[in-house]
């Protein structure tokens, strides 16, 4: 029986209307910037497998490392317990990020969060203020699927069916921006205005304000301007609100930059990582704080610790890849890969007959009417593409090359005219 039909038989996948699907695509391997389906036919991999390859598939110095750790330790138990490759990689991970200390691990991206925003809320609490319950966040913001993530992400259109159980935000119209926007000034102030009218009523019971710096993923590669987060990073810390960067898609020079906050001139008080940590070989994610944040846990009560933790917390072999990963992207080349990816978009992306092209770092976006006849005629040509809502992007793993780049805008603008 061929694998589509076995998957069938005994599989419930992640965000799919089985009985309305597209056909399943089986995948037997991959190899650099490709994925291999079991009629051996190639797929360019341009979503970098839900955003998480950063270096290529089965790249062998990732492999390597992981299976060099699972001879030597595969896991203990972190409470208590210390090992080499989770020191090493935070170690390895601080000098990027200047002026965080500390380091806490789970297992993905939605947990990253989560740790961020029961870490904020407890911040306030060992502190004795018991008025700051409400969080911050962005319309069409996705934070990750569990109920805290939920309930920050819950005008992302992707968690309506739970709204009752969620707890208290206060929203902010996100102004996306793209090539030519001449709107985006309007766009802003608004923006600017309703986060004021939030502040002025409910500043002082504002836990933290969380976002997607840069670039809404989930919400379709939706754009804005660094100027407007610095904006907004400033008004909320008038009223002492902790400020939490969701970074588990736009680390690890996906933006251009190795981490996204660099280009916005903020140091916020969270960072959380998952998705590139460790090039997409395992779930492995961080949330990152300062001392600021650490300091008012530190205590003789218990009861001021931070009482939460994962079975897998900075599993040995989710470190060893990441380490490894890390080292792939402080390889000059590998930012010189980033720079020429973006370069490549820039250029091929304005001669689309599309709407709203937009590019950051190694992200391109566009809009159409109706992507999914596109999707389908790109996966017939080899182009693995994923629209989400209206939007179309491309976000490929720093292995591909230019040349790949080229005959897949190629191909696109080949199949725009057709469709
Ligand atoms: C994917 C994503 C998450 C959730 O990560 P998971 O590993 O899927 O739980 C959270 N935030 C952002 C910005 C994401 O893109």
């Known amino acids: 029986m061929p694998l589509k039909e076995r998957d069938c038989k005994v599989l419930w996948h992640p965000f799919t209307q089985a009985k309305t699907a597209e056909p399943l695509i089986a995948i037997k391997r991959g190899y650099g910037s490709y994925l291999y389906d079991t009629d051996d036919k190639p797929y360019l991999d341009l979503i970098s497998s839900w955003w998480v390859n950063l270096h290529g598939h089965v790249h062998p110095g990732i492999a390597k ?22 020191v090493q990689l935070c170690e390895k991970l601080q000098p990027l990020l200047p002026g965080f200390s500390k380091f806490f691990f789970s ?10 925003l029961k870490m904020a809320y407890q911040y306030w609490h060992n502190q004795g203020v018991r008025k700051r319950t409400i969080f911050l966040s962005f319309d069409g ?6 109920f805290g993530a939920m ?30 926007d001449e709107a985006i000034q309007n766009k802003e102030a608004y923006a600017l205005e309703v986060l004021a009218s939030h502040l002025s009523t409910s500043g002082d019971a504002i836990v933290a304000l969380v976002l997607e710096p840069l670039i809404q993923g989930a ?13 907004v990073v400033h008004l909320v810390r008038n009223y002492g609100i902790l400020v939490i960067f969701d970074e588990v898609m736009t680390g690890f020079g996906r933006t251009g930059t190795y981490f996204c906050f660099e280009q916005i001139n903020i140091i916020p008080d969270f960072i959380c990582l998952a998705k590139g940590l460790t090039g997409g070989f395992l779930p492995l994610a961080l949330t990152v704080t300062t001392e600021k944040v650490y300091k008012v ?67 391109a976006a566009f809009d159409l009417e109706n992507p999914q006849t596109f999707k389908r005629k790109c996966l017939e040509q080899g182009l693995l593409i994923r629209p989400l809502g209206n939007a179309v992007y491309l976000l490929p793993p720093y292995s591909t090359t230019v040349s790949e780049l080229e005959k897949a805008y190629e191909k696109i603008n080949n199949i725009l005219k057709i469709i």
């Open 65 to 86: 490392a992981i299976y060099a750790q699972s001879l030597t330790l595969e896991h203990v138990i972190f409470a208590g317990f210390t090992h080499e490759p989770a």
């Open 107 to 116: 297992d993905n991206g939605s947990t990253a969060v989560e740790v961020a």
């Open 141 to 146: 913001g996705y934070h990750g699927d569990t």
């Open 151 to 180: 309930s920050i992400g819950g005008k992302s259109g992707f968690h309506t069916l739970f709204s009752d159980l969620f707890f208290s935000v206060l929203t902010i119209p996100f102004p996306a921006t793209w090539d030519g």
């Open 219 to 231: 919400n379709g590669m939706q754009m804005c301007r660094p100027a407007f987060v610095e904006q």
């Open 297 to 363: 846990f530190w205590d003789d009560a218990l009861n001021k610790s931070f009482a939460h933790g994962h079975s897998y917390t900075a599993n040995p072999l989710g470190c060893a890849a990441a380490i490894a990963s890390l080292d792939l992207l402080m390889e000059p080349s590998t930012m010189q890969s980033i720079q020429a990816i973006h370069d490549a978009h820039t250029k091929a992306i304005v001669n689309l007959p599309v709407k709203h092209r937009r590019v950051t770092g190694t992200i």
